[in-house]
């Protein structure tokens, strides 16, 4: 009896011990936090490792802008001692905005429980949909000052979904675990760290324009900078941001210039809907920029026709317009070619050759634009391709974008983010 008394007050002991160690990672208030995240040189998408669960295991996850919230592969040896799976109708369940009941028929693992609630995941290459079940488990990310990785943070009950692996079967680069969604969602990554650690509504972006580098997302207020000591937050053009019901980013592109001569346009692609939102979109999981069929096809015509001189030669897929690369010459801003401006409400998108042209073949360069067809869902899908190397904010409670254009412009780039840690 009194052997099992001090048991007792031992396990006590370590309980409030283990809850102590926990709560002191947690009581560091960081004020932002970065997310390195590396292009990959096969598909050319964009990929971080995330530390979750516990013991903390670092997991690939394709960065998805327009994504609802972080789905992981969830068959694959799932093992934490933090993992836990809230009941359907639970307060969880409804910030989720989850009201389906889920049930599982074998055994009872990360991912397959009775009465927990459904999250349906979607792969956002084929549009495949699996249903996934709502869990918690622990997150862990570097803060930073705005120079360096530094300290990490955890947070204890991060919400995600529990996916099955055959939503990872097409378009993803290899070893990828799962998706993580930085849309406007109620527990999309951005929104739940935005809320764990009560900063502002905002994160930036710089994803790496070359194949094995890294990029960084921050989460939180600027000031953010590359070596060699550039703030890049500032200064950014601003322009009105909208966000569909689904949460995705959307810009007001008034119209396009080539060298400034207009791109002729039917004016009606460009307007924006009934409910106030742009027709551009942004996004980080298509690697070039779709235009709608007309749109591709007066753009690639200005475009030709001012790049005098330069032959054309056959196109490579996916690209529709290519030219002979040895009559292209190079400068800072990248290959020599006419800028594509997306002209908004009082600003302009600049897009030089480095963002716009693709060495598709040794002596083909290629216009890093491709043919969407007719009447797609969005007139155009602003790609990772246009978006590298320069800085786009991100800033929600604003309702606005900020965007860097080309940092090469300021002799800098996302790569010059210093990843060394300071512990
Ligand atoms: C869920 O309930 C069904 C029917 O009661 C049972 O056969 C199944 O094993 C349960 N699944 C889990 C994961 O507990
Ligand atoms: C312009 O686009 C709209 C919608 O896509 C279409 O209904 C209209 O016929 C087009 N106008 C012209 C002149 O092509
Ligand atoms: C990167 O940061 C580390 C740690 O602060 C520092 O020692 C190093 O000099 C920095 N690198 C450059 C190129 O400035």
Not at 109 to 126: D, K, W, Y
Not at 317 to 345: A, E, H, W, Y
Request: proline share 7%; with cysteine; glycine share 8%.
């Amino acid at each position: 009896m009194a052997s099992s008394f001090r048991c007792l007050i031992f396990l006590l002991f370590s309980l409030c011990f283990l809850f102590f160690i926990s709560e002191s990672q947690t009581t560091f208030k960081p004020t932002k936090l970065v997310l390195t995240v590396q292009k990959d040189r096969a598909t050319n998408l964009h990929v971080a490792n995330i530390q979750k669960r516990t013991p903390p295991l670092k997991l690939p996850f394709v960065i998805d802008l327009n994504g609802r919230f972080l789905w992981v592969n969830c068959e694959n040896q799932y093992s934490s001692s933090t993992y836990n799976a809230p009941l359907c109708h639970s307060t969880q369940c409804s910030k989720a905005d989850s009201h389906y009941c889920h049930k599982c028929p074998t055994t009872a693992r990360p991912g397959c429980h009775n009465n927990t609630c459904g999250l349906m995941a979607v792969n956002p290459f084929t549009n495949q949909a699996a249903m996934g079940e709502l869990a918690q488990d622990a997150l862990l990310l570097p803060s930073t000052q705005g120079f360096n990785p530094g300290p990490m943070v955890r947070i204890p009950q991060f919400l995600f979904s529990c996916a099955p692996s055959r939503l990872l079967q097409k378009g993803f680069p290899k070893n990828v675990q799962g998706v993580v969604g930085l849309g406007h969602a109620p527990i999309s990554l951005p929104v739940q760290l935005a809320s764990h650690f009560g900063f502002q509504q905002k994160f930036a972006m710089c994803l790496a324009s070359s194949g094995g580098n890294n990029g960084v997302i921050f989460f939180g207020q600027g000031p953010y900078f590359m070596l060699p000591g550039i703030d890049v937050s500032r200064p950014v053009s601003y322009t009105p941001l909208t966000i569909s019901q689904q949460g995705e980013y959307y810009i007001d592109v008034k119209s396009i210039k080539i060298n400034n001569k207009i791109v002729p346009l039917n004016s009606s692609l460009l307007t924006p809907t009934k409910r106030g939102l742009g027709r551009v979109k942004i996004s980080t999981t298509t690697p070039y920029t779709i235009l709608e069929h007309s749109i591709y096809y007066s753009l690639s015509k200005v475009f030709v026709d001012q790049l005098k001189g330069v032959p054309q030669v056959k196109p490579v897929t996916p690209f529709g317009t290519c030219f002979d690369s040895k009559r292209i010459g190079n400068t800072k801003m990248g290959p020599s070619v006419p800028n594509v401006d997306l002209v908004m409400q009082n600003v302009v998108w600049r897009i030089y050759g480095s963002n716009s042209m693709v060495q598709a073949r040794p002596d083909v360069m290629c216009l890093g634009f491709v043919d969407g067809g007719v009447r797609p869902r969005d007139s155009i899908v602003i790609g990772a391709m246009q978006l590298e190397d320069n800085l786009l904010q991100f800033d929600i409670g604003s309702s606005r974008l900020g965007f860097s254009s080309s940092l090469l412009s300021r002799r800098t780039k996302c790569s010059n983010f210093n990843f060394t840690s300071i512990p």
